[in-house]
């Protein structure tokens, strides 16, 4: 977000707190999160053959690499999803589809928001 246009001039000393990321994180709590509520979660795994490579087999990565992990057909449609009270915390609860022996997995996920 430091480099979109609303923070992108601003730097660690011009503010309160004296850390943008701090500051970004206060605004987004003061302006943005009472007008949103969690609408749900979009989880995406792509996984990969151990066999074919050589990895660790308990190691999953979160990926930025959105282009080859983004994809319908890697999308998990079997999650469950448990928020807080007031939201302010989610926790997503999933089986892994394939054996843990012979895959481990990149995975991204996307949050859908509604306007309260």
Do not use: C, H, P
């Not at 151990?50 to 990895?55: E, H, M, Y």
């Amino acid at each position: 977000m430091k480099e979109s246009r609303t923070f992108e001039g601003i730097r660690s000393g011009m503010t309160s707190k004296k850390n943008v990321d701090t500051s970004i994180r206060e605004y987004i709590e003061k302006n943005v999160l009472n007008r949103y509520r969690f609408d749900s979660v979009r989880l995406y795994i792509k996984y990969n053959d151990l066999r074919r490579q050589i990895a660790l087999r308990y190691k999953n990565n979160w990926t930025t690499n959105v282009d080859q992990i983004y994809l319908e057909q890697n999308r998990l449609k079997k999650i469950e999803t448990q928020t807080s009270f007031d939201y302010s915390s989610l926790k997503i609860n999933f089986g892994q589809e394939r054996t843990s022996e012979l895959y481990n997995f990149d995975y991204y996920y996307t949050t859908l928001w509604k306007k309260i």
